[in-house]
């Protein structure tokens, strides 16, 4: 099965920083990686697919980028609403839809 | 709206049984693969099981191959997992979700979740 792990496993930065999340597959995916936001208690959200696709209703300070084993989830601007989990899902041709161990990100 | 909403969580002794429900609504509910995913306490995602729209193909994490059926009512708009001979890692919020692509063929392709129900928390203990 093809391991997907980000880094950091958490980070802390202030309101208005630019916050960038890695994950990297083990294999090649081509771009069929999503990103979801899970806030504390709460259900995830899927915020990015297709690597770059913004999922509707999504603020614009989100975006994704990469193709093939490494992508990144950029903030460009972080907002205490931010405060979340972060996780990377594969998704190619082969189950599982496996997911990353997650990057928690707080304010500084 | 696009709603998911599971049901059927509680305690149960290791050994035992249970089944989830996921009741949809708002979306053409037979077009569209599902899904189970679980969360232990303080831990990550883990995908547990998808089928297809039909029903007819299911595919399972090895962690709950041959213990966890997942099937599907289209008549009722209702998602299943039945699990059998649980064990006290299977200790988990479990969240059904919906493939964002209708038609995916779950035995050759995954996809994203883009709606999540609500969660049912599953205890397995003595």
């Known amino acids: 099965d093809i391991q997907m792990t980000q880094s950091p496993s958490s980070l802390s930065a202030s309101v208005g920083d630019r916050v960038t999340i890695t994950c990297r597959a083990s294999q090649g995916i081509s771009n069929y990686l999503a990103w979801y936001q899970q806030k504390p208690g709460k259900v995830p959200k899927l915020l990015i697919y297709a690597a770059s696709t913004l999922q509707s209703g999504v603020p614009s300070r989100f975006s994704g980028s990469g193709s093939g084993t490494d992508f990144t989830l950029t903030i460009s601007s972080l907002q205490p609403e931010d405060v979340a989990t972060y996780y990377c899902?594969?998704?190619?041709?082969?189950?599982?839809?496996?997911f990353g161990q997650g990057t928690k990100v707080e304010i500084k | 709206e696009v709603q998911l909403l599971e049901s059927g969580g509680g305690l149960v002794q290791p050994g035992g049984s249970l089944r989830l429900s996921c009741a949809a609504s708002g979306f053409t509910f037979s077009s569209y693969a599902m899904s189970w995913v679980r969360q232990a306490p303080g831990k990550g995602l883990e995908w547990v099981s998808a089928i297809s729209g039909s029903g007819g193909s299911t595919y399972y994490a090895d962690s709950v191959k041959g213990r966890f059926t997942i099937s599907r009512d289209n008549s009722k708009n209702t998602l299943y997992l039945q699990m059998n001979s649980l064990r006290a890692e299977d200790t988990a919020v479990y969240y059904c979700a919906k493939f964002v692509h209708p038609f995916v063929v779950v035995t050759a392709e995954t996809d994203a979740f883009d709606i999540w129900g609500q969660g049912t928390m599953v205890t397995v203990s003595s």
């Open positions: 899902q594969k998704y190619n041709s082969a189950p599982p839809p496996t």
